[in-house]
Nanobody
Framework: QVQLVESGGGLVQAGDSLRLSCTTS????????MGWFRQAPGKEREFVVA???????YYAESAKGRFTISRDNAKNSVYLQMNSLKPADTAVYYC???????????????????WGQGTQVTVSS
């Protein structure tokens, strides 16, 4: 069956860095677009960044200049490098997978077919 498993979350201080990983199985990762979303307490899940199966990236404004998404098709994995973390980045971070459609669809939550269980990122001030 399809599985997406996130790891790498934790408690850090403002200004620190974290690298999240998402390892997948059960489907054709190399032909899938991958996204990272996050959900803070009391808020809706929001788009952070995505990477197409071809390697094109799409960043939310909040992530530009601080976060970097990458993928390793040989390992069926996608990564999120987060630098200069802020308390506002505190959330549960989810990776998700979708079949490749349009570029704009990469930022749309409902377009994603498979989701991981999430990993908690907490940034203290």
């Amino acid at each position: 069956q399809v599985q997406l498993v996130e790891s790498g979350g934790g408690l850090v201080q403002a200004g620190d860095s974290l690298r999240l990983s998402c390892t997948t199985s059960g489907y054709t990762f190399s032909r899938s677009d991958m996204g990272w979303f996050r959900q803070a307490p009391g808020k809706e899940r929001e788009f952070v960044v995505a990477i197409s199966w071809r390697g094109a990236t799409y960043y939310a404004e909040s992530a530009k200049g601080r976060f970097t998404i990458s993928r390793d098709n040989a390992k069926n994995s996608v990564y999120l490098q987060m630098n200069s973390l802020k308390p506002a980045d505190t959330a549960v971070y989810y990776c998700a997978s979708k079949r490749s459609t349009t570029f704009e669809a990469m930022r749309t939550l409902r377009e994603y077919d498979y989701w991981g269980q999430g990993t908690q990122v907490t940034v203290s001030s």
